[in-house]
């Protein structure tokens, strides 16, 4: 089944050849002068981050990067030495504030990740696969508002689809998408019509159904897991991470390690029995433990009112 929550795919054609890179850290080299012994205020971190934006080169993502108190730059293999170039030039005289990092691989939405080699079809559960016509996604967290329920999944795939199923063949109906934010965000929201399905307020933990009793906000190494077929474990990584995918950028998302396969859009994360987030995208490479970006659940229950069922 072709996923269309993909969203349009980024243009292959990139300017001057793409000079091969081990993954790591890449020099940053001078830049207007500036020298490795500079240390750079809040502001003008601030202003690098608003630079790398203004730069729009697709296939990046940043944060700033407490340990080096610089901006960490993240770039896929799509993005040329020039483009690098580029965003460097849009920095100006505050480039030696950039840090960057090859990572394998190319950014996209969880939905346009390609399937693993040898992957195990998924099955249906709370951070479950749910359906649109050429979508299928998962479902992250039930939740309430007002005495009806909804569930929230990843907006780059409730942008496009207007109602969702259960099931593939799409005869199972849920309900209409009722709320989405993407780009910019990523969530989107979903009420339930069918009064027949069960709603409760757990996530499949491989072969374990998990309570969840309320929500987190992410921390820098903290520990959790990512509902699914396997449950697999990640740590968070880094927080405040802007991600330009091919057709915008996202922010606010945070940074973990694992890998993410095709239907994990909006699949939930949790730390014990606490929400985390939301699967937002990632790197369509696994060679090492991969990178997921993640939309922090309680941005779209303060958005919309929503709780936790």
Known sequence: MRNRCATRVRSAAVAGALTALAAGILAPGPANGQTAARTFSVAELNTVRGAVLEADVAGTAWSADPATGKVLVSVDETVSDQEIGHIRRTAGELAGALKFERIPGELATAAELRKPAGEMTPFVKGGEYIYGFDTRASLGFNTVYNGRDYFVTAGHCTKDVSHWYLDSSLTTSIGPTVGSSYPGNDYGVVRYDNSTIPRPGTVRC?????????????????????????????????????????????????RANGCAAPGDSGAASFSGSLALGLLSGGTTSCTTSGITYWQPVNEVLTAYGLTLT
């Open 206 to 254: 491989g072969q374990t159904e998990v309570d969840i009793t309320g929500s987190t906000e992410p921390r820098v190494g903290m520990p959790f897991n990512i509902a699914g077929y396997n449950c697999r474990p990640a740590t968070v990584q880094a927080l405040n991470v802007s991600v330009n995918y091919a057709d915008g950028a996202v922010h606010g998302l945070f």
